[in-house]
């Protein structure tokens, strides 16, 4: 399986990009700077160029969160009108699948003891740019959805240090994403807004005690999961 990371420089796509080496055929893109980690680079501006990389790209890993760096302008630009670019060019060119990494902080402003699912709606902080442009990323992977243009799972993961209630520590990360990239999801018969095979948000973050965020739907969707890898 070929796939794709964006964002090559930031910490979470070096530790992403390692582990994922060992199982898959992987390439990384960003758009600029000194490029010391063997990733190509592109400006998600030119189509041609993005056409380019995703040639022969199965799966696509967007880090659709403080992946980038540079003024609210530059990040706003990125990950609204970079992405939808990618998306675009990953929709004519035949890549199955989009797995958006976003971020639970999405929800930091609610109180810590709601039981918060993936049913909820997001409350972005609109005074911090990172958090804006994790909303405005989903934002346009959801318009791609809701167009059949292309399936995206949006993986909101957890924050903080490991004495927070938000932890996910990187080995459950890694851990979480190879069961992502390898699941097939079970479309249930419910009315959507966005066709449900071609939108999915579940929610991540480690077992800690007084877990801030609900991940039952992450427990059922993989119980049975590795059941049905057990029986192959």
Known sequence: MKILVTSAKSNIS????????KNHDVISTDVSGQNNHNFVQCQLDELR?????????????????????????ILIDYYTRC??????????NGVSRVINISTLKLFETCYENLAITENW???????????????????????????????VTNIRIGFGDS??????????LLKYLELIINYKQQIKKTPYQVPPQYWETIHIQSKVPNQRFITKKFDSIFDQFRKNKNKE
């Open 14 to 21: 070096k530790k992403i990009i390692m582990d994922l080496k």
């Open 49 to 73: 160029d993005t056409d380019l990389l995703l040639k022969d790209v199965d799966i696509i890993i967007n880090i659709g969160y403080d992946g980038q760096s540079g003024s609210d302008k």
């Open 83 to 92: 992405i939808y670019n990618l998306l675009w060019s990953a929709s004519e």
């Open 121 to 151: 709606s997001t409350h972005p902080i609109s005074s911090d740019v990172n958090i804006l442009c994790a909303y405005l990323c989903e934002m346009v992977h959801k318009e791609f959805a809701r167009d059949k243009k292309i399936k």
């Open 163 to 172: 004495n927070s209630t938000s932890f996910l520590s990187d080995g459950d």
